[in-house]
């Protein structure tokens, strides 16, 4: 299998038309991600974070609400006292793409 580093890509936009990852590549795809779960329908990733306190926390949302709207792809994000949770899938092609794994 051939790897590349996902950090040094952006988001493509995306227009409609492209297919979603089979729930088997989905699964090695998010293999390949630390600290990522997939989910039972193999349709979207989510990662949560841990913070001591409600202000990290907050922080954490606005750094994902801001590199989302930066790459144009953006994430359901969850928060509360201590935590952060942020969830990619793409919407347009109904499942997991590579856009959710490089944002």
């Known amino acids: ?14 227009a409609g038309g492209i297919a979603p990852f089979d ?3 989905a699964r ?5 991600l630390t600290d990522w779960t997939l989910s039972d329908d193999a349709t979207q990733i989510t990662r949560r ?3 001591k306190g409600f ?3 907050v922080e954490m949302a ?7 709207n930066k790459q144009g792809h953006h994430p359901d994000i969850a928060f509360g006292w201590g935590y952060c949770a942020v969830t990619f899938t793409t919407h347009e092609a ?10």
């Open 1 to 14: 299998m051939t790897t590349c580093n996902l950090a040094d890509k952006t988001c493509e936009p995306c």
């Open 23 to 25: 729930a088997a590549t």
């Open 28 to 32: 090695d795809r998010v293999a390949q």
């Open 49 to 51: 974070f841990a913070f």
């Open 55 to 57: 202000a990290k926390a």
């Open 62 to 68: 606005n750094l994902a609400a801001w590199l989302g």
């Open 94 to 103: 109904g499942g997991l793409t590579e856009n959710d794994l490089i944002c």
